[in-house]
């Protein structure tokens, strides 16, 4: 590992602290170098905080002036919820910037670099760019699709089932599994579910375990409004949103109004989808049930599965399956998932990988 990637490495790493606190912005990190030595260090923390270059000038313990800066993501040179990051970079007299991948957003879009080479600023692009891709995944789908990134996630035993015949399901993963699930959660932007799920398990959708930790929009997919009044997915620990469709009664939507909560009517998914990602919801993460993960299968909306497997056999016929729907008919028409990681958490297996 050169220079370079050594510098650009720290920012990532401090990029990766902002997760689930910045969505719709991307995760950045900063960092200042002078003389060889780390002087100043800074990530984007929260939606309308400071971005990661003004941490890392606020935070350095030397004169920025003369300093090289590593940041993972362009610098913008707009006014939004903070001031052009450009302008601060060349008040403080940096030197150079050295960056990881440029930002599609097109309100930057090679704005920042073209601003930073105006005053004379050397900018390199492409150090660890490959890893500021990882890194941000979501938000470069949510920018280059203009729809929230849709992550589906079940639990099942050895033999593929996530309840048994009498539909209990409590708990088929273990505590280190739901740890992570909770983390998940807290990553997404909003988390959506079947009305089945919520008559069946009565789930609250929120982020436990996790100190800091903010909580999702919850989102119900209620199609004829048959939602209990009182359930827990209703409470005011995180805004709620009931979506119905034409059929949904109208009384009921109005009492769920009176109660705070927010019905939406749509058609289709993709219609949600794209209400959704204008109101800068940039990642969801899909609990079930069977129906709704195959509904997004189906309409080719998922972009990545996570998969917890228990070694427990549950069996029988009328036991529950993660995902429903038609099905296929050939082995040969089954989707496969690219970039597949494999972790073990305890006595459980967690598969991820991505839809084609």
Not at 105 to 121: D, F, M, S, T
Not at 122 to 135: C, T
Not at 318 to 330: E, K, L, R
Not at 332 to 346: P, S, T, V, Y
Request: aromatic share 6%; net charge positive; hydrophobic share 40%.
């Amino acid at each position: 590992m050169n220079r370079d990637e050594k510098f650009m490495n720290m920012a990532l790493q401090l990029a990766a602290k902002g997760k689930g606190k910045v969505f719709p912005n991307p995760l950045v990190g900063a960092v200042l170098v002078k003389n060889n030595r780390v002087i100043g260090r800074g990530y984007h923390r929260y939606f309308g905080g400071n971005h990661a270059e003004i941490e890392a000038i606020k935070n350095a313990v030397q004169p920025v002036s003369g300093s090289d800066l590593y940041v993972t993501l362009e610098p913008c040179d707009h006014q939004g919820k903070t001031p052009p990051c450009t302008e601060a970079i060349i008040k403080a007299g940096i030197k150079k910037v050295y960056i990881a991948m440029p930002d599609p957003h097109p309100l930057v879009a090679g704005k920042g670099i073209r601003k930073l080479r105006q005053y004379h600023i050397p900018v390199f692009s492409g150090i660890a760019q490959g890893k500021a891709l990882s890194l941000n995944r979501e938000y470069l789908h949510y920018i280059k699709t203009k729809r929230p990134y849709i992550t589906l996630k079940w639990a099942m035993s050895l033999d593929g089932k996530i309840a048994t015949k009498t539909g209990q399901a409590k708990w088929i993963s273990n505590s280190q599994a739901r740890k992570y699930a909770h983390h998940l959660r807290a990553e997404a932007g909003a988390i959506i579910v079947g009305i089945n799920t919520v008559l069946k398990d009565d789930p609250s959708l929120t982020v436990r375990d996790i100190p800091g930790a903010r909580n999702p929009v919850r989102i119900i997919l209620d199609h004829h409004l048959r939602i209990p009044f009182k359930a827990r997915v209703l409470d005011h620990r995180a805004k709620s949103i009931v979506v119905c469709g034409r059929h949904g009664s109208r009384a009921r939507g109005a009492q769920l109004m009176k109660q705070g909560i927010e019905v939406i009517q749509v058609n289709r998914l993709s219609d949600l989808l794209e209400k959704l990602a204008n109101r800068g919801i940039a990642s969801i993460l899909v609990e079930g049930g069977g129906m709704v993960l195959a509904s997004f299968i189906e309409e080719t909306l998922a972009d990545k599965a996570v998969v917890v497997i228990a070694p427990v056999i549950i069996g029988g016929k009328q036991a529950v399956t993660p995902v429903s729907g038609s099905g296929i008919a050939s082995i040969k028409n089954a989707l496969h998932l690219q970039d597949i990681k494999i972790r073990q958490l305890g006595d459980n297996i967690i598969i991820e990988g991505n839809f084609q």
